[in-house]
């Protein structure tokens, strides 16, 4: 499923823009990851503060996670020391006032100051303007896989280092006194896929680098994990050595939600390497990799178990790097990709370069990595990491205690003792990962170790949409722009038809929920009865002929429905909602998946779709997610007004048009538009094919071209947007009329048969309509001496209506009288635009004349057949319209309306289903009901009976929100009591006065 050749684009070796920078809390930010199913909270001093699965469901699964490194030196006093470097929020050093963390804090310049999140990459807003490690990438993500490039559906990056540490008397830096701790920084990475194999794990890739002038030659590198499956204490742990994994499961099988548990894991993926002992660390059959040895020598050699011995560089120890297509230089960025803007250091030299796919520091393989030496599964606080030399001794020793049960679990594993000498950089990195049950966590294991051993590098979904919401009064309209159908996935190769490559854009799904974690539309269950799937509320995928279910299912058995054939659509209206219910929409795009990659083929994937809630309830939504809430507009709303038929002002095509306003609030008023069809004709040696090509839109007022030739000709899909309107287009195909044709004028009763021609192999379907004009004399001579034909002199004509243009044509005289007689046939002629061409026409209709029984009357002079066809938008077909007034309040209407000011639910009665789900703790959310059918602005007080005054609420809502909520709760901050209460709706409009009832 993963392919092991496909590049990994890395960055260079970590070099500050400042080299004296130093960690600052202040640049201390926290942030979540969002990526797929799981959703994890952290700080940028690599800090992970919780796992919450499924995204949206505010089920805990771990409190902590923390990585830490630990060295063995001597302090000024010559003591035997062992700092440990971390930053977690229990039991850890702190400086003597408190307020700094003896530990890891963030490096400034690797985040946007004016951001309260870390640097991540679908938030370009959290991006700082100048990398400090890379300037000369300034406004690109400073990506794992080169500059700009996003292969993972998100990637978090900042920072830290150990400068804080002020614990020993310890100077690692003997040209600067100033600097402390171990003299260590570290960069984090981390990393999420939303493929649906991949949606349930996160890795996690630590570089730590020794920019003290002091080598060590005994370091731990390492990681301390709180688990908190369920959301309380009573777990069991064990850790796999056969599959390199810690589980964590919940002693009752039932979390704090009260419902079922699923299975946390911790995969140790990838270790620091000794490439200098001599020794095959990671028994590979190759001794003493590097990532940092260069290119080395051009040899011919072993290259481990990654095949036979064969022509390579020898600093490419594995033998991968193939330089027709990893010779990208040092960016990672090639002429393939996008954000690519021409040759930089050591691309298409032929020799391999730090950062290009498959070498050093980009290429796992290239390490001779130690793998993991220690694990320690025990009560939490037994080994608290302030105390260094507790947590030394402990892992030093290669403890191995691989079970615990029913406990809060605390975890510790490291590799180690190994050297860092100064200015190296050795990694480790893990996985955290998830299962519904242990079957379903071990299946994503074998997942994960896949994505590992092919360098990190997995497929991933079309680009995400950009949405827009409109609500209204029981329906919400969704719009969103094509930006997906255009992204390409470097995972499924070259696009043999292109210069790139492959698309992987299929089609548009949309989910709807009540909770942020759009958990309703989870429906889809697989062969083990696991939820795999959403089930959207609508799909829209293209007419390719791909359709019905993915030939590639999941290992589990699950398959991805591709969608029926639709046709695309950027727009939707949902009329199954209930007002004042909040819903959180998504629209996704998906792919096809491939079925000819690996031995199984690469299952579909979608977009994520991302809604973020934090602590204190703020939600925040991606580019593809909305928040809305239907009901009816304010008091006295009138809705905008504007020409929803245009005038056809010119041209032939007999379809119609149509104008929609999606966006209200968006409309100009008083604007004029005028809309233009193109078209295309194009000849070929057999024939001729017409076509509408698309549409644009000139505003007229200022002459401003507001759609340039849109695509998008189908009834059932209107893009793009403009001025808050969109045109539908219902465009005719070209077909006879019969109703409309037949003969316009004088005595003949001779019917007419008409088809496309096709005897002469030179047909198509032409969009003009045709006379037939009989004459006394010879008036015309037929064509046809090149194919075969006889040219007769004729008594009529053939004029094109359309174009007002005489016509030549064929005569088929099948009697041979030079007469228009029962079964002859005309066919109209269109001259081809190369006068070299031969013949230097083409065919359109076969015009057949059909005397009735008994003989009838053949045509005769002053006889005028017509024929009459539909046709599609073309040059010269021309439309216009005007908007008129844009929404607004009218004041008598709006004194009118106020008797229709109501409370829902009346009576409210222990709960309301219109109420939001309490997502961050248990018990109940919060208690809502709702004004209906406010002014625009106006104050709300609520009286008890006794009328003392319970709580004021002030609606300062737009033209088309008429709702406002009420959460029971007084000014004073209590809950309120069960019983009947007066509300007084006070507005420029008027008052309103009525009663509603809370019922135990």
Known sequence: MLLPGCPLLGQDEFIPADINARGDRSWRRHGFMTGNLITVAYFNTSHVNGLFWPT????????????????????????LIHPLESNYNWNLDVSPDGLTEWGWQPLPGYLNPAQDHPAISHRPETWPEVWPDRPDWAGFWNGFFGRGILNADQETYFVVDDDADEEFLYFPDSTDSTRRGAGLRMSVRGLQWSHVLAEDCIFWIYDIRNVSTTSYDSTLFGMFVDSKNGGHDFDNGFYDTHIDITYIWDQQGVGTWGGPTGWIGYGYMESPGMGHDGIDNDEDGLVDENRDSGPGQYIFGPVGIYGPPKFHWSGDEDGDWNPATDDVGADGVGPLNENYFGPDEGEGDGIPTDGEPHFDRTDLDESDQIGLQAVSLHSWGDYPLHEDDLVWYLLVNHVFDPIQQFDNIGILYSSGPFPLEAGRTERFSIAQLMGEDFDDLIRNKDIVQRIYNANYLFARPPDKPTVKAVAGDGYVTLTWDNRAEFSRDPFLGLDPDSLGFKKDFEGYAIYRSTDPGLLDARLVTDAFGNTVFRKPLAQFDLKNGIKGTSPVGLPNGAHFYLGDDTGLAHSWTDTNVVNGQTYYYAVVAYDAGDPTIGSSGLPPSETTSIIVQDEL??????????????????????????????????????????????????????????????????????????ATTGYSVIRLNDDSLVVDRSEYLASNDVFPFFDGLGVRVYNDDIHYLPGQSGLTAGNSDYQLEVRPDTIAGLSGLYPADYEIRFA?????????????????????????????????????????????????????????????????????????????????????????????????????????????????????????????????????????????????????????????????????????????????????????????????????????????????????????????????
């Open 56 to 79: 949206g469901s505010g089920h805990v699964y771990m409190d902590d996670l923390v990585p830490f490194v630990s060295v063995s030196a001597r302090d000024v006093n010559g003591n």
């Open 776 to 1000: 006394e004399g010879i008036v015309a001579t037929s064509r046809g001496s090149e194919l075969g034909l006889p040219e007769v002199p004729v008594n009529f004509t053939v004029h094109n209506l359309t174009e007002d243009v005489a016509a030549d044509f064929l005569f088929y005289d099948y009697d041979g009288d030079g007469r228009v007689s029962d079964g002859d046939e005309i066919v109209p002629l269109i001259p081809h635009p190369d006068s070299a061409a031969v013949p230097g026409y083409r065919t359109t209709w076969r015009i057949r004349f059909v005397a009735p029984p008994g003989g009838g009357a053949p045509p005769r002079a002053g006889d005028v057949f017509t024929v009459r066809v539909s046709k599609p938008f073309g040059r010269g077909d021309v439309f216009e319209f005007s908007t008129f007034e844009g929404p607004r309040i009218d004041a008598r209407q709006a004194r009118s309306e106020l008797d229709r000011i109501k409370v829902v639910p009346n009576p409210y009665v222990v709960t309301n289903p219109l109420e939001p789900r309490n997502l961050l703790t248990s018990g109940r959310g919060e208690r809502v009901i709702l004004f209906t059918h406010l002014p625009r602005k106006c104050t709300i007080r609520i009286y008890n009976l006794r009328g003392y005054l319970v709580d004021v609420l002030h609606h300062d809502g737009v033209d088309n929100d008429g709702l406002e909520k009420w959460d029971l709760v007084s000014r004073e901050g209590i809950d309120v009591a069960f019983g009947v209460y007066i509300y007084h709706v006070e507005s420029e409009y008027g008052t309103k006065t009525g009663r509603f009832a809370i019922i135990k």
């Open 617 to 690: 309830g703020r939600l925040t939504t991606d580019i593809n997610t909305v928040i809305v809430r239907p009901g009816p507009p304010a008091a006295g709303y009138r809705p905008a007004e504007y020409q929803q038929t245009p005038e056809h002002l010119a041209g032939p095509g007999t379809g119609r048009v149509a104008v929609e306003l999606f966006h209200p609030n968006e409309m100009l008023p008083n604007r004029r538009y005028r809309i233009e069809f193109s078209d295309t004709l194009i000849f070929t040696e057999t024939g001729f094919t017409y």
